[in-house]
């Protein structure tokens, strides 16, 4: 059994100096969907988010807002606190980088790297992106910018440097020995052959602005953002006090999702950073792909931006989070669009699920005095759909352990298929004129698939497979997926009047 085996999971902290939106929206749902799979499956689960709120790229813009670094960063803040509210996140922590618990651990780590004699003060001439927040050869650049297509500056400042090139053969031994480090694979190759073209030491500090982190013995300087803002992942299970039980349970991290723009970061720095402390390196990090927006790049030049809530608006949480999820292979790019959509909100939601649910449960109210009606000995075909729906739990596990929840929905609906062509072959209402035991067994045999897909997909839609639940009369003491072998409906449990959990989505006329 896996009871109570810890896992770590985190989202990015995300910059303050942009208001929350879409792709933000996607890496949370994402590590959402994964922190409340791993619960119900009996792990001790710590999901931890937050804002990422140092770095020249603030400052500039508290700026032009006429306001203080701080003040910008608590609004901006607030509203990623208020975008886990508004997409049911089930976080259990939400750091901020300019707490003092974050204060003191990276200014730790930055002692501890010292101490072991991986930092050294040098001269630091190149290329910044403040965008970017990330140096860049002469060689990588494009036209002039970073590749990602940021403006860049000549920087020439006294900076103290990190000795990552001293760490290219133990990284390329990590990558090797933790074949599942890195994913998906074809990034995994990316980083590799990238480490092996050669690493540079490392410039982490900055003296021109000063909203970070002072470096311990010399305020001049402030900590590099990254170095910051990667070091919050340990902040949040105690470090420095890494004697504690929360540390040893939750470190290293089992899985740091993020954004494919952010990985090299991830899975060269930040490893390199930990070995260099004495620490352990991260499990795993999984790079999801980039959305666009009917086609095209999100920015708000382009008037495209989507924020979180107008989406909600428009299409109500579940079928939101539910489309985010399966639309795309996760770790491919894909397209965002209204079509999108409302072919999936109409269509697997309302037409799949919806209608099976309410068919099934408006049958149960009518035809069985609206009480869990008692099977009669089963056949090849009852029998085949409740293992079908049995059956899922080890298949969705497969894939949510390697992040591949496109997969582990469509497993859920190819059952739900099954369901719906069994309905349609067995025609309870049918039965209901001449055969009213078959029937009883049909309806017990279907409410009992039911039991087990709303359990199944608490992680994804769990505000409408909670709504499913309820009207199965499942306590809330029995909707683990230890459950669902456990706790089958019980015959004669009276069940609450039917109410459709995914509505149609109807075009208003233009
Ligand atoms: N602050 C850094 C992360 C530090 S983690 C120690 C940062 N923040 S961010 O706010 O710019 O981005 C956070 C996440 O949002 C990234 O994972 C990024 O990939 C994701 N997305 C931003 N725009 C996106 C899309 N258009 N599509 C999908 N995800 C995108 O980077």
Known sequence: MTA??????????????????????????????????????????????????????????????????????????????????????????????????????????????????????????????????????????????????????????????????????????????????????????????????????????????????????????????????????LTAVGYPTTGDPEFASFWPADLHLVGKDILRFHTIYWPAFLMAAGLEPPRRVFAHGWWTVEGQKMSKSLNNFIPPQQLIDAYGLDPVRYFLLRELPFGSDGDFSHRAVVGRLNGDLANDFGNLAQRVLVMINRSCGGCVPEPDALTGSDRELIEAARGLLPTVRGHMTEQAFHLALEAIWRVIGEANRYVDEQAPWVLARNDQTRMRTVLYALGETLRHLAILVQPFVPGAAAKLLDQLATPEGARSYAALGAAPLVPGTPLPRPEAIFPRFVEEPA
Not at 16 to 27: E, F, I, K, R, W
Not at 69 to 97: G, H, V
Not at 103 to 131: D, K, N, P, T
């Open 4 to 233: 109570d085996r810890p896992f770590f999971v985190t989202t990015p902290i995300y910059y303050v100096n942009d208001t929350p939106h879409l792709g933000h929206a996607y890496t949370t749902v994402a590590c959402d969907a994964l922190a409340r799979f791993m619960r119900l499956d009996g792990l001790r689960v710590k999901f931890l988010t937050g804002t990422d709120e140092h770095g020249q790229k603030v400052e500039q813009s508290a700026r032009a807002a006429g306001i203080s670094p701080q003040q910008f960063a608590d609004r901006i803040s607030a509203a990623f606190r208020d975008m886990t509210r508004l997409l049911n996140i089930s976080n259990d922590d939400f750091i901020r980088t300019t707490e003092p618990r974050h204060i003191r651990s990276v200014q730790s780590i930055w002692q501890e790297l010292e101490r072991r004699g991986e930092i050294y003060v040098g001269r630091f001439s190149g290329w910044y992106s403040v965008r970017d927040e990330a140096f860049y050869d002469e060689a990588e650049l494009v036209d002039g910018k970073a590749p990602t297509g940021a403006e860049v500056e000549w920087l020439e400042e006294e900076n103290y440097f990190f000795r990552l090139s001293a760490w290219q053969d133990r990284l390329l031994a990590y990558y090797d020995a933790n074949p599942d480090a890195v994913a998906p694979r074809s990034r995994r190759n990316e980083v590799i052959s990238f480490v092996r073209s050669g690493l540079r030491d490392l410039s982490i500090s900055r003296t021109s602005f000063s909203w970070g982190i002072p470096v311990p013995g010399n305020p001049r300087h402030v900590i590099y953002v990254w170095l910051d803002a990667l070091t919050n992942y």
